[in-house]
């Protein structure tokens, strides 16, 4: 079993920072890209940063400048630091990761989403 975990959500005020996390735990062999997703009400979901088993990132339009991922590839984790954070970024985030399991199957996970919700 693989699993996908995310925490960091919550209310923030227009200006302000938050932080997520998403860890990737259980049968893993091995975790290649992984990126973050939104969606909020009444909208698809977009892609809002991706990063590579490498360490190379990419980032919506939106977010450029503002937001910034990382990885830890030794504990199969990655992060989204969200500063001058918009009421426009309010939305559920999701983990995604595409993943080899020990099964030597590959498939992509998503995590169970966090909540942002940026209001004054």
């Known amino acids: 079993q693989v699993q996908l975990v995310e925490s960091g959500g919550g209310l923030v005020q227009p200006g302000g920072s938050l932080r997520l996390s998403c860890a990737a735990s259980?049968?893993?062999?091995?975790?290649?890209?992984m990126g973050w997703y939104r969606q909020a009400p009444g909208k698809q979901r977009e892609l809002v940063a991706a990063?590579?088993?490498?360490?190379?990132?990419n980032y919506a339009d939106s977010v450029k400048g503002r937001f910034t991922m990382s990885r830890d590839n030794a504990k199969n984790m990655v992060s989204l630091q969200m500063n001058s954070l918009k009421p426009e970024d309010t939305a559920v985030y999701y983990c995604?990761?595409?993943?080899?399991?020990?099964?030597?199957?590959?498939?992509?996970?998503w995590g169970q989403g966090t909540q942002v919700t940026v209001s004054s």
């Open positions: 259980g049968s893993i062999l091995s975790v290649r890209a």
């Open positions: 995604n990761a595409d993943i080899v399991a020990t099964s030597l199957v590959r498939r992509d996970y």
């Open positions: 990063i590579t088993s490498g360490g190379r990132t």
